[in-house]
C-alpha cells in the first residue's frame, strides 16, 4: 500500500479500477496483472495505419493521443515498470528514476516513419507481463513489501509498483477502447452461443472478457 493509504490510481483516473485492484490479495493481483493486453479489443488489429495515427480533440472524451502513440507509451511504461520492480528486489532501497512520458509521446518512437507497428508495442507488453508473473510468482511476503523512493510518491514498495502498472493498463485501456469504437463503430454484444462460455477467447470481439 502507498505511505498516504491512496491507492495508485485512485487520484490520476478511474479511481474505481485504482481501488478494486489495491483490494486484491497478492495471488488475486498477480492474475489481474498478468491479464495484460487480454484488456485490449482485438479489432486493434484491423486499424488501418490512417486510423492508428488519427489525434482526438480535447472534447472527444476519448483522449487526445492516436491509438499508435497510446500503445507504444503502454509498451514504455511496461519496460519502466518491470525494471522497477526488478531494481527492487536487487537492490536495497533504490531511488528509482522518473521519465518525461509527453517527451516520449512528442517524439518520433510512437510514429510509421520509424516502423514502429502496434503488434509489436503489444508482443512487448504481453511477453514482459508473463515473464514477470513468473517471478512475481516466486515472491514472498517479506519481498512484496521491499520499499524503493519514487521521486514524487516518497516511500513505496513492490506491491505498490504492481498495483500501479496493473492500474495504469487498465486506465488507458479505457481511452484505448473508447478511440476502437469511435473508428469502427460500438464493439459487438457477446453473441448467445460465446455466453455459456466463461470466458470468451481472445479472438473474440464481443464484451466477453479473457481471465
Not at 17 to 44: C, K, M, Q, T, W
Not at 54 to 83: C, I, K, N, Q, Y
Not at 158 to 173: A, S, Y
Request: proline content about 9%; some cysteine; charged content about 25%.
Amino acid at each position: 500500500m502507498t505511505t498516504s493509504s491512496t491507492p495508485i490510481g485512485a487520484v490520476a483516473g478511474h479511481p474505481e479500477i485504482g481501488r478494486e485492484i489495491d483490494a486484491l490479495d497478492n495471488p488475486s493481483l498477480i492474475l489481474r496483472y498478468r491479464r495484460g493486453v487480454e484488456n485490449f479489443d482485438p479489432r486493434l488489429f484491423d486499424l488501418d495505419d490512417a486510423q492508428l495515427d488519427t489525434a482526438f480533440l480535447p472534447d472527444s472524451a476519448v483522449g487526445r493521443w492516436p491509438v499508435r502513440v497510446l500503445l507504444g507509451h503502454l509498451a514504455d511504461a511496461e519496460l519502466v515498470m518491470t525494471f522497477r520492480i526488478r531494481r527492487l528486489l536487487a537492490e536495497d532501497n533504490p531511488v528509482l528514476a522518473v521519465w518525461d512520458e509527453l517527451a516520449f509521446a512528442d517524439s518520433p518512437l510512437y510514429t510509421p516513419d520509424l516502423a514502429q507497428p502496434v503488434a509489436g508495442f503489444v508482443a512487448a507488453i504481453h511477453t514482459l507481463r508473463r515473464w514477470t508473473t513468473e517471478l512475481l510468482t516466486a515472491l514472498s511476503p517479506e519481498q512484496w513489501s521491499r520499499p524503493a523512493m519514487h521521486p514524487e510518491r516518497g516511500r513505496i514498495t513492490l506491491r505498490d509498483v504492481v498495483v500501479g502498472t496493473t492500474w495504469h493498463l487498465e486506465h488507458h485501456n479505457v481511452y484505448l477502447q473508447a478511440k476502437i469504437d469511435r473508428l469502427l463503430g460500438p464493439r459487438a454484444e457477446c453473441p448467445p452461443e460465446h455466453q455459456t462460455r466463461t470466458p470468451c477467447g481472445p479472438s473474440c470481439g464481443c464484451h466477453g472478457k479473457s481471465s
